[in-house]
């Protein structure tokens, strides 16, 4: 059959990203101890010389498909764009695997166990010839409470769910394995004025309740808070967060962000 692909191209682009996206797979994520079996959102590409008219996406959709029945450590992910390099005979791959993973949760007082849910995400991009650049990705919930509102108000003092979101470049792939999405969950929730529980019981809902209204925060607060904390991980070359507090007596939302890179 013809390969409508390799026909020659003459336009003289280059194309860095072609490929597939919402791409969906269940894949077995492995992290540590903790291995999950996941539904991932998926988006492939390779580079695409100037010469050719297009790539072969199957190819794509076939190492995909291979992958999944595999347990997935994050080490992996540098293996899957190997094998897209040298199956699309490319320079470049990129890919992002989207999915939720879910941590583990003691209610603070009654010790209820439940699971909380965290958009988590696997980024990696390879050139041939050099290491991945690998960031993962992670959205945390938290609880904050506005310390104005506390402050002016004869009781009480509104609050919301808020939420993080961090990127984290990882200076030393080699010991990428060593990361736990757990711990990294935990430092990031822990710097809201409380945790977000699944489950509580009438004597939790008291202590978070309280426990906010004791460690008021502006998202401001929230994200100095954060950055400090990331600054002392060890293995991070560079991060990006986001905090943002989804308003509860306001129409819209408060925000603030910041990222580093760290200097070698």
């Known amino acids: ?11 003289g682009i280059k194309i860095k990203n072609t490929g597939i996206t919402k791409f969906h ?4 994520i492995s992290n540590g101890e903790n291995t999950q079996q996941v539904a991932a959102e998926i988006k492939f590409t390779v580079s695409l010389a100037e010469n050719l008219r297009g790539t072969h996406m199957s190819r794509l959709a076939e190492i995909l498909t291979d992958w999944s029945a595999r347990k997935i450590k994050i080490s992996d992910v540098e293996k899957i764009l190997i094998d897209a390099l ?52 992670l959205s945390v ?22 939420i993080c979101r961090v990127k ?20 990031i929730e822990m710097q809201g004025s409380a945790e977000i529980f ?12 309280e426990n906010a209204y004791k460690n008021a925060k502006f998202v401001e607060d929230i994200l ?3 950055v400090i904390t990331l600054r002392r991980v060890e293995n991070l070359k560079a991060f990006a967060v986001e905090c943002e507090n989804f308003e509860s007596i306001h129409n819209h939302n408060a925000f603030a962000s910041h990222n580093e890179i760290f200097s070698c």
Do not use: Y
Not at 141 to 162: M, V, Y
């Open 1 to 11: 059959m013809i390969d409508i692909q390799n026909q020659q191209d003459n336009r």
């Open 25 to 28: 797979l269940p894949f077995l």
């Open 86 to 137: 040298d199956k699309l005979s490319t320079d470049f791959a990129s890919i992002t695997i989207a999915f939720k993973f879910f941590v583990k949760k003691f209610s603070p007082i009654s010790k209820k166990t439940s699971l909380n849910v965290i958009d988590c995400e696997f980024f990696g991009e390879l050139a041939r010839g050099e290491r991945i650049n690998f960031i993962l990705g």
């Open 141 to 162: 919930p938290f609880t904050s409470l506005c310390p104005c509102s506390k402050e002016i108000s004869d009781f009480g003092a509104h609050n919301q769910r808020s």
């Open 168 to 187: 984290l470049n990882f200076a030393d792939f080699d010991k990428i394995d060593a990361i736990n999405i757990e711990n990294f969950v935990h430092l």
């Open 198 to 209: 699944p489950l509580l019981k009438r004597e939790d809902e008291k202590f978070v309740t």
């Open 224 to 226: 100095r808070d954060v």
